[in-house]
């Protein structure tokens, strides 16, 4: 049973039957937060009445205090976020946010080798030792190193033991287990104080799972609702998430040797700011990104970095 603070039982605040009990019971829906980031159809699909979810969901927005309202510019112009710096000099610099700021949806791409797994490495300690909240490491490629976050912590004056026991690595075996963890385990996590989600990378398990043409539209339809899952993440808890991404050739002839995201427009229109990320000389430490997409920054930035055996500089 789950429960609210002084041990309420979130849901006999929402003053619920005993079916409709059963049935966000069987939906695996583990508190108002988590109610919150369902849709009525969802909800529907499940097997409550619609009219029963619509009240669901519009007593849990007003216990949680999040009923709908229309938000001044000018307030928006004031809004204070949490920033996550990221260790690397010139992008805590040159960024709108002088970092990462929680509530957005990063994506960093590039081909293997450019840095990306270390970036995401780094970014999971940052988040503990400035006191951001824990992280969620999801590894989709088996690529997780805690001899890497050891040495991070280290870096940053973190204690390295705190600082791997506030990471929780998950590794998905296939994309409906990815799918299920990211919205059914995932909520609790951030209910518990985990504030950072890495996704490492996002489009792995799809592009290994929905091979040929024929299984692309599935494919894109599977990662957008995912993707959606992780935008609700966003706004009910405040997480910052961050996604590294695989690249693909741009099939244009007069394009030959540029590389784009994977995942297409499903990707490129859900996350809030996109870096590319190069190594041009594998034998070399040094890299540069720059801002694929990114509100408030030119395309024509670029960010130089270094890679080291304790992270990204």
Same mark, same amino acid.
């Given at each position: 049973?789950?429960?609210?603070?002084?041990?309420?039982?979130? %849901?006999?605040?929402?003053?619920?039957?005993?079916?409709?009990?059963?049935?966000?019971?069987?939906? $695996?829906?583990?508190?108002?937060?988590?109610?919150?980031?369902?849709?009525?159809?969802?909800?529907?699909?499940?097997?409550?009445?619609?009219?029963?979810?619509?009240?669901?969901?519009?007593?849990?927005?007003?216990?949680?205090?999040?009923?709908?309202?229309?938000?001044?510019?000018?307030?928006?112009?004031?809004?204070?976020?949490?920033?996550?710096?990221?260790? =690397?000099?010139?992008?805590?610099?040159?960024?709108?946010?002088?970092?990462?700021?929680?509530?957005?949806?990063?994506?960093?791409?590039?081909?293997?080798?450019?840095?990306?797994?270390?970036?995401?490495? +780094?970014?999971?300690?940052?988040?503990?030792?400035?006191?951001?909240?824990?992280?969620?490491?999801?590894?989709?490629?088996?690529?997780?190193?805690?001899?890497?976050?050891?040495?991070?912590?280290?870096?940053? $004056?973190?204690?390295?033991? +705190?600082? %791997?026991?506030?990471?929780?690595?998950?590794?998905?075996?296939?994309?409906?287990?990815?799918?299920?963890?990211?919205?059914?385990?995932?909520?609790?996590?951030?209910?518990?104080?985990?504030?950072?989600?890495?996704?490492?990378?996002?489009?792995?398990?799809?592009?290994?799972?929905?091979?040929?043409?024929?299984?692309?539209?599935?494919?894109?339809?599977?990662?957008?609702?995912?993707?959606?899952?992780?935008?609700?993440?966003?706004?009910?808890?405040?997480?910052?998430?961050?996604?590294?991404?695989? =690249?693909?050739?741009?099939?244009?002839?007069?394009?030959?040797?540029?590389?784009?995201?994977?995942?297409?427009?499903?990707?490129?229109?859900?996350?809030?700011?996109?870096?590319?990320?190069?190594?041009?000389?594998? +034998?070399?430490?040094?890299?540069?990104?720059?801002? %694929?997409?990114?509100?408030?920054?030119?395309?024509?930035?670029?960010?130089?970095?270094?890679?080291?055996?304790?992270?990204?500089?």
């Amino acid at each position: 049973m789950s429960k609210r603070k002084g041990g309420e039982d979130w %849901l006999e605040v929402l003053e619920v039957g005993p079916s409709t009990r059963r049935r966000l019971e069987e939906l $695996g829906v583990t508190s108002l937060e988590h109610l919150l980031e369902f849709t009525v159809d969802e909800l529907v699909d499940a097997g409550i009445e619609p009219s029963t979810a619509e009240r669901l969901l519009a007593k849990a927005r007003e216990l949680v205090g999040r009923k709908p309202r229309a938000v001044k510019a000018s307030e928006l112009l004031k809004a204070q976020y949490k920033v996550v710096k990221t260790g =690397v000099a010139e992008f805590d610099e040159k960024t709108p946010w002088g970092g990462l700021r929680e509530a957005f949806i990063y994506e960093f791409a590039g081909e293997f080798g450019a840095g990306k797994s270390m970036l995401a490495h +780094q970014l999971s300690a940052k988040s503990i030792i400035e006191g951001f909240g824990d992280v969620v490491y999801i590894d989709t490629e088996g690529a997780f190193n805690a001899g890497l976050v050891e040495r991070m912590a280290k870096r940053f $004056g973190g204690d390295p033991s +705190q600082v %791997l026991d506030r990471v929780s690595v998950y590794v998905p075996d296939n994309v409906s287990a990815l799918e299920a963890f990211v919205k059914y385990e995932l909520p609790k996590h951030l209910k518990e104080g985990a504030r950072t989600i890495v996704v490492d990378t996002i489009t792995a398990l799809y592009r290994a799972e929905f091979v040929g043409r024929e299984s692309l539209a599935e494919r894109q339809q599977r990662l957008h609702y995912l993707i959606d899952w992780f935008r609700r993440h966003a706004r009910v808890f405040n997480a910052l998430v961050v996604f590294t991404n695989q =690249v693909m050739d741009v099939p244009e002839a007069f394009l030959s040797g540029l590389k784009r995201p994977a995942g297409g427009n499903v990707l490129a229109h859900a996350v809030n700011a996109r870096f590319m990320m190069a190594r041009p000389s594998k +034998q070399k430490d040094e890299g540069y990104m720059w801002p %694929l997409d990114v509100p408030g920054m030119a395309p024509d930035v670029k960010i130089q970095y270094r890679l080291a055996d304790d992270g990204v500089y």
